[in-house]
């Protein structure tokens, strides 16, 4: 077993604060990573808080990982020792559903194994995320890092960038569209760029006037404040596709009414109160709402790719691990640019 340093929070209602555990040894197909930098997306302070339902504690949140292998199995050939690695979201899959070979292996048929909050697939041994010092992974669910610098601005693609990159490619957005993004966080700046870098004509859609700058510098050609009502009026029906990465309670249908015949709602956010759709919005113009959750391993490489050869980031601010739940306050109030990640030489 090996030994790890990491954040913790022990209920609901407790800080993340030290706590000590230990990882598998090294396996067959196994890599160890010694993590470098972590994420934290809204998902972290949603599950630490048990707001989607009831949590497994301890619970290590962090999915945004990369980190550098120190150690590999017999087994394994994607990767040697020193090689960049990352992690997202899950660590394991079924691997013979249907979704599973599609490379779909986040929407498993028997369900991804989270890479916190969840068990192996031996359904006794919790899993642990990425604040913390060491992970072990399968290669197969392990990315390459193909960045040699900037890597505290690539750990959130391996969240924020896949969740937003997959949906916009499904939807197959590009040239002629007009795209908005709802809220300017995590996810919405990396939406902004992701739409922006395929050529379509990007709307922010914001409740904080204060981001209007930003937004345009990370690629958004127009700015609407979502509460003023005469804005919302008089942008009815203009967009083919709403990314709607709203994490809080709203009004999804002062939304909807913004896209155009046919338009599309690309959801990503997971709000822990259910919406209420209003049905005369979505038919009155043959509206949709298309779900989306993360990306399989194969579309999580291609998103990495192809940030690399775009030069693609996250703006991120880096911050010490001690100071995790003060960041979880600021990401509460709305208030990041536009991303934390916790550099873990300080934990
Ligand atoms: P975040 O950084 O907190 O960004 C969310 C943004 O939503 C805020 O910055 C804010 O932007 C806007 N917002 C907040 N309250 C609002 C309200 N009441 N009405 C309208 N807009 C509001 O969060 P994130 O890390 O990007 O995550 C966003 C959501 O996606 C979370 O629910 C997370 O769990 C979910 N998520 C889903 C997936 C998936 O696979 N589908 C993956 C990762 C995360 P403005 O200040 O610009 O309004
Ligand atoms: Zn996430
Ligand atoms: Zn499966």
């Not at 707001?51 to 994607?78: C, D, F, M, Q």
């Not at 995590?186 to 990007?202: D, N, Q, T």
């Amino acid at each position: 077993m090996i030994p790890v340093k990491s954040y913790a929070a022990l209920s609901k209602t407790d800080s993340l604060a030290p706590f000590g555990f230990e990882r598998r040894a090294v396996g067959e197909k196994d890599v160890l990573i010694d993590i470098m930098y972590c994420g934290v997306c809204h998902s972290d302070i949603h599950m630490a808080r048990s707001e989607w339902g009831p949590s497994l504690y301890p619970i290590v949140p962090g999915h945004e990982i990369v980190g550098r292998v120190s150690e590999i199995g017999a087994g394994v050939t994607k990767f040697k020792v020193g090689d960049l690695a990352g992690v997202g979201v899950f660590v394991d899959s079924c691997r013979k559903c249907d979704c599973c070979k599609s490379d779909l292996e986040q929407y498993c048929d028997e369900g991804m194994t989270g890479t916190y909050n969840g068990y192996e697939r031996d359904g006794v041994t919790p899993t642990f995320g990425g604040y913390s010092s060491k992970i072990v992974m399968d290669e197969h669910y392990t990315l390459h890092i193909p960045f040699t610098s900037q890597l505290e601005a690539v750990a959130p693609l391996l969240c924020a960038g896949i969740t937003t990159w997959s949906p916009l490619k499904f939807a197959g957005v590009g040239k002629g569209h007009k795209v908005a993004v709802m809220g300017l966080g995590g996810l919405g700046h990396m939406a902004v760029k992701f739409a922006a870098s395929f050529g379509a004509e990007v709307t922010m859609l914001s409740t904080s006037a204060s981001k209007e700058v930003d937004a345009k510098k990370l690629g958004a050609q127009h700015f609407i404040l979502a509460t003023d009502e005469a804005a919302m009026k008089k942008a009815a029906c203009s967009f083919d596709f709403i990314l709607n990465t709203v994490a809080a309670p709203h009004d999804m249908n002062a939304y909807l009414n913004l896209l155009k015949l046919n338009g599309t709602m690309l959801l990503v956010g997971i709000p822990p109160e259910d919406n209420r759709i209003n049905a005369a919005k979505l038919i009155s113009k043959r509206r949709s709402i298309l779900g989306s959750m993360i990306g399989g391993i194969k579309e999580t490489q291609e998103m990495l790719d192809y940030c690399a050869e775009h030069n693609i980031v996250s703006d991120v601010e880096v911050i010490a691990m001690k100071d995790i739940n003060a960041a979880y306050d600021r990401v509460l109030k709305s208030d990041v640019k536009y991303r934390f990640v916790i550099d873990m030489a300080t934990l």
